[in-house]
């Protein structure tokens, strides 16, 4: 026994990877884990190193041998050159997107992006020249008639928030390259864990460290992986804006890391299991979830990714907003909030109609998005049905 890190691990299996992954007990006294360093001030040795910022750490917005357990760990597991750390999910959003575009470029962004990154793309870039537009999701090889001489990148989401349409990244990004832009990828729903952004073809990926890395709802965090072309300027970029998070969540993620793959395939077989039998609720017109072979997205997730995690959404049959509020007001297990990835399930009602703008979203009914938990997925489905009782009573 050794209480040294591994040697090569490459040879090793992901759970494997990420247990031992950015963490060297011989470095911290024996201890298992890199303890919270807090810090500002770094101090150097000597005039010299000091002229020449030389040296592990220089200045704590830069990194500690905390942040650099964890960005270690993911770059490991993105398979990534580098990787930086944000505040939240959506900072690490908007360092990718500052990394790469400039005034005067042209930005295409998928019709099924988070909507914060929409948010951001439509005020603060527009704000700075950046000319921004969004495109159908299943375009596929078909990008390639919207790139523009000036496009300097294409922003993928897959699946996309609440719609849950996948993305055939790999021939996107072939033709992108092709024309010497960039791909950039939100990969919060599957974590590198369920598809391995960089070798699909992804320059810069982006996890929401806030979902299944803390996995306990208590943390606010975001990770921006890049390639070996993309990692100088990422990294410039977090540099300049130096967005770093607190020491604490850092650590709290190095914790939920370890358990990550373990809490995942969990949260994959019960989202699964519940997608199944709200398939067979007369309630229900479709559920949208890329693991379902009657999903119109299947092929893609079957060929491009290793599993699939807790968030779905599903499309009620026509129904008035007074017996959806009924079926999700007297709900005792699921929670009503946004985010998620965390231990617990949640719903939230959810319309892509209000805010679209390339595709036509046409959906049979109301939308809600679930994330399954960790609970006895027999009394999480005891609440549903409770709950579609109460919609029918309602209509
Ligand atoms: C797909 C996706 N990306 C990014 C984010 C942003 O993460 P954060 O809440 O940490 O800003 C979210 C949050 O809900 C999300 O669902």
């Not at 040795?45 to 917005?61: A, C, I, M, S, V």
């Not at 500052?98 to 005067?104: C, E, K, Q």
């Not at 017996?323 to 617990?344: H, K």
């Not at 994330?371 to 009573?393: N, T």
Request: with cysteine.
């Amino acid at each position: 026994m050794s209480n040294s890190p591994p040697r090569d691990p490459a040879r090793f299996g992901p759970s494997t990877r990420l247990v031992h992954a950015g963490r060297d007990p011989s470095a911290q006294h024996g201890f298992v884990n890199t303890p919270i360093y807090r810090g500002s001030t770094v101090l150097f040795p000597t005039y010299d190193d000091l002229k020449h910022r030389r040296g592990r750490f220089d200045y704590g917005t830069s990194g500690t041998p905390t942040t650099e357990s964890l960005t270690t760990a993911w770059s490991e597991l993105a398979g990534a050159a580098g990787t930086v750390l944000t505040p939240s999910g959506l900072a690490a959003l908007t360092v990718a997107l500052m990394a790469v575009v400039s005034a005067g470029d042209h930005l295409l962004v998928s019709d099924s992006a988070y909507r914060p990154t929409r948010i951001f793309c439509d005020g603060v870039l527009k704000r700075f020249g950046v000319e921004v537009e969004y495109y159908d999701p299943l375009v596929g090889a078909g990008i390639g008639a919207l790139l523009r001489d000036t496009t300097k990148a294409v922003l993928v989401e897959a699946p996309g928030s609440q719609s849950f349409e996948m993305q055939d990244v790999p021939a996107i990004s072939e033709v992108v390259h092709a024309r010497g832009a960039a791909v950039i990828m939100d990969n919060t729903w599957a974590t590198p864990l369920l598809f391995p952004p960089h070798a699909r073809g992804v320059d810069i990926a982006v996890e929401a460290g806030t979902k299944y890395l803390s996995g306990g709802s208590d943390l606010l965090l975001g990770l921006t992986s890049a390639n070996a072309q993309y990692w100088p300027a990422l990294h410039r970029t977090f540099e300049h804006f130096a967005m770093c998070p607190g020491p604490e969540d850092v650590f709290l993620a190095l914790r939920g890391l370890r358990t990550m793959a373990l809490r995942l395939r969990e949260h994959g077989a019960q989202g699964l299991a519940m997608a199944r039998w709200l398939q067979a609720r007369p309630e229900v017109a479709r559920v949208l979830h890329p693991a379902l072979p009657e999903d119109p997205g299947h092929a893609l997730w079957k060929r491009d990714f290793s599993g699939a995690s807790g968030l779905f959404g599903v499309i009620l049959n026509p129904a008035p907003e007074r017996a959806v509020a009924a079926l999700l007001d007297g709900l005792e297990l699921f929670g009503m909030g946004f985010s998620w990835g965390g231990f617990e399930s949640l719903v939230i009602p959810f319309d892509c109609r209000t805010y679209r703008t390339a595709t036509t979203w046409a959906p049979e009914g109301p939308g809600l998005r679930f994330h399954i938990g960790l609970e006895d997925i027999s009394d999480l489905q005891a609440d549903l049905d409770a709950g579609f009782a109460r919609l029918r009573a309602a209509m």
